[in-house]
């Protein structure tokens, strides 16, 4: 079992950056293919970017095409998401989740595990 902290959320002008942190617990990191993955109020969770477990493959929403940047650090445990160019759109609670088994997907219910979110908030 993996426990996932995120961090870096905050507020931000449209065309800043932000950079989020996602901590997990335990020395199986590595084990895991990972997924970040956003909610606006009143919408449904949506898939953002993933990773492969040794950071082979990654891939993006196109939404966040060019903009963002998923990776990982297996030595530190964590997985990161920098933000940039941030639109108003791109305003939500940020999620990093983690599987167990399988390969990368952009299904928020094929993955595990998950943290508690971090708001993300980018004013026009």
């Known amino acids: 079992q993996v426990q996932l902290v995120e961090s870096g959320g905050g507020w931000v002008q449209a065309g800043g950056s932000l950079r989020l942190s996602c901590a997990a617990s335990?020395?199986?990191?590595?084990?895991?293919?990972m997924g970040w993955f956003r909610q606006a109020p009143g919408k449904e969770r949506e898939f953002v970017a993933r990773i492969s477990k040794l950071a082979g493959s990654t891939y993006y929403a196109d939404s966040v095409k060019g903009r963002f940047t998923i990776s990982r650090d297996n030595a530190k445990n964590t997985l990161y998401l920098q933000m940039n160019s941030l639109k108003p759109a791109d305003t939500a609670v940020y999620y990093c989740a983690a599987r167990s088994s399988g390969g990368v997907t952009t299904t928020p219910h094929d993955y595990d595990y998950w943290g508690q979110g971090t708001q993300v908030t980018v004013s026009s």
């Open positions: 335990g020395p199986t990191f590595r084990s895991y293919a």
